[in-house]
């Protein structure tokens, strides 16, 4: 069983900057992929970024050139740290995590609860 925590939401003025951290957790099991996803009110849950083991990046385009995925592998924990804050990135930011059970390999897809993200205009 993998735990996957978020942590860093808040409310903040438009243009403002918020940091996201999720940690992952489980005994038996290695962290692979992890990414941020969203989801606003009335809408689908949609990619925001992600990052591998070996530090590839991919944005979605709303967010490009504003969000910066990180991760520190040996604490098993991604960051996202997010600038120029607007209105429209008002959402629930939840965290996945791929995790990968040793000796079977077997691949498992982790959520957090997630934590919200309010932008005011």
């Known amino acids: 069983q993998v735990q996957v925590v978020e942590s860093g939401g808040g409310l903040v003025q438009a243009g403002g900057s918020l940091k996201l951290t999720c940690a992952a957790s489980g005994r038996g099991f290695s962290i692979n992929v992890m990414g941020w996803y969203r989801q606003a009110p009335g809408k689908q849950r949609e990619p925001v970024a992600s990052i591998t083991t070996g530090g590839s990046t991919n944005y979605a385009d709303s967010v490009k050139g504003r969000f910066t995925i990180s991760r520190d592998n040996a604490k098993n924990t991604m960051y996202l740290q997010m600038n120029s804050l607007k209105p429209e990135d008002t959402a629930v930011y939840y965290c996945?995590?791929?995790?990968?059970?040793?000796?079977?390999?077997?691949?498992?897809?982790?959520w957090g609860q997630g934590t919200q993200v309010t932008v005011s205009s």
């Open positions: 996945h995590a791929q995790s990968i059970r040793m000796w079977t390999m077997q691949r498992y897809e982790n």
